[in-house]
């Protein structure tokens, strides 16, 4: 069994049958997954049935050139990078090359390992640009769904906040309970800046170990570690001239805020197994559900890291203190969502009282998911007291003494009726409830050790 892992495509189009023997034997030893065709119809045959990443076409060919056949598969597959071979090189032919989009243009005879090491560039510069078409893709799917709704005090106090926040630099903490909405306080921030038009990017810092939460920032270097591979850039990076939102802040192991506070105070990083120093121009957001201040001073999260970040606090109010907004958030929760007859519901009055009265200690993302599924539920446009969950015909007649319990209380309640809305699925649990897994373990742990659980 070969034990190299093939896992660049590779189109050979050549219609010398020596040469384009020599390149299969060549390129098929190493890691290349390769395809050698005679003609340039051929080649573009099986261009329109598979994909490929890099090629080797020959310019001079009978019937379809090299360069009508690049000029095809640019169409189809516009990421693709094309290496032209020509015996009988001329400015004109490399000019022509370099407008149809070919990484480079050779002439023969050729060196093989330079030209190994020209396909492996093209590789990387098809890598790059399909995560660029990616991030890009990212950011217009978030822009559709990203406003901050709303016309209460407390929304409008936070788009105040926002509007003086967005043309600075700095990083940012933005502070709230889980599911209240910092990442869109984030990217609302974003988008007033002139960064609107670069990637956000985001991260959960308590998912991932710290390895790979390194490795997911900063990317590595070509076999940094074992498993890395070649190159790889980091979120940082990839987000450069825009901004990159870090969750669950707190989680960041003493090893990663010296490295963030570095970058912070130099504008520079450093890949893993690196040894220099890139630059780069990368808004950081910084999000919690806690208080960070109490951390730094109990040692738990660096004081001069703190103080960084938190030149510029942003608290975004929990749905609690803001119920007003409710009805609105309603209607675009019903349209944004693209249900099927979303965009027909309307709450039935005691249904809306209900919302009103509820606490939400989930916040805006639980009342997403209750709406979500009285959608499902209600089989007519208006959606009655009956659809919704949590038996909340009930809940509005005890939450008038629902400010006697702690929020520690509330919270452990819902958490505890969430995992058994789900059969006690923790991922399910934790994507519903906005954090991360481990971080739903320790609570489940808590609450476990604690009295009357």
């Not at 045959?45 to 090299?66: A, N, Q, T």
Request: glycine share 6%; with cysteine.
């Amino acid at each position: 069994m070969d034990s190299v892992k093939k896992n660049i495509r590779l189109l050979v189009v050549d219609d010398d049958d020596a040469f384009r023997e020599l390149l299969l034997r060549r390129f098929s030893a190493g890691e290349f997954n390769v395809t050698a065709c005679a003609s340039g119809e051929e080649g573009l045959d099986h261009c329109v049935k598979e994909e490929f990443d890099v090629g080797i076409f020959d310019i001079m060919m009978p019937g379809l050139s090299g360069f009508d056949l690049l000029r095809e598969i640019k169409r189809i597959q516009p990421q693709f990078e094309a290496i032209m071979l020509t015996g009988q090189a001329s400015l004109d032919s490399a000019v022509e090359a370099m407008k149809l989009g070919a990484y480079d243009y050779l002439s023969k005879p050729c060196k093989l390992f330079e030209l190994d090491i020209t396909l492996r560039k093209a590789y990387e510069k098809k890598l790059l640009s399909e995560q660029n078409v990616n991030l890009k893709a990212e950011l217009q799917r978030r822009s559709a769904s990203r406003p901050l709704i709303g016309e209460s005090k407390a929304i409008l106090g936070l788009k105040e906040q926002i509007g003086k926040v967005a043309p600075m630099p700095e990083p940012a903490l933005i502070v709230g309970e889980m599911g209240a909405g910092k990442e869109v306080t984030a990217m609302a921030i974003h988008d007033a800046s002139d960064r609107k038009e670069q990637p956000f990017v985001t991260v959960n810092c308590g998912v991932l170990t710290e390895a790979m939460l390194e490795s997911h920032l900063f990317g590595h270097e070509a076999d940094a570690f074992v498993g890395a591979g070649r190159r790889n850039r980091g979120l940082i990076e990839l987000a450069d001239k825009g901004s990159l939102y870090l969750d669950e802040t707190e989680q960041l192991t003493p090893s990663m805020q010296v490295k963030l506070l570095h970058y912070l105070d130099t504008g520079e990083f450093r890949r893993v197994g690196g040894i220099r120093d890139i630059p780069v121009d990368t808004r950081l957001f910084f999000a919690t559900t806690e208080n960070m201040l109490s951390h730094s001073k109990r040692g738990k999260f660096r004081e001069d890291l703190y103080y960084k970040i938190s030149t510029f606090t942003i608290n975004v109010p929990p749905l609690k203190e803001r119920k007003e907004d409710i009805p609105e958030l309603a209607t675009h929760i019903f349209s944004a969502n693209n249900m099927a007859i979303g965009h027909k519901k309307k709450l039935a009055r005691k249904a809306l009282e209900a919302l009103m009265e509820y606490n939400w200690p989930g916040n805006v993302r639980e009342l997403n998911n209750v709406l979500e599924r009285a959608v499902s539920l209600s089989t007519r446009n208006v959606i009655q007291l009956k659809d919704l969950p949590l038996s909340f015909e009930k809940k509005s007649k005890t939450n008038k003494n629902r400010h006697l319990l702690s929020l520690h209380e509330i919270e452990r309640e819902h958490i505890l009726f969430v995992l058994d809305a789900v059969n006690g699925n923790i991922s399910k649990a934790a994507k519903i409830l906005g954090i991360s897994r481990p971080k739903l373990y320790r609570k489940i742990e808590r609450y476990r050790s604690g009295p009357g659980v």
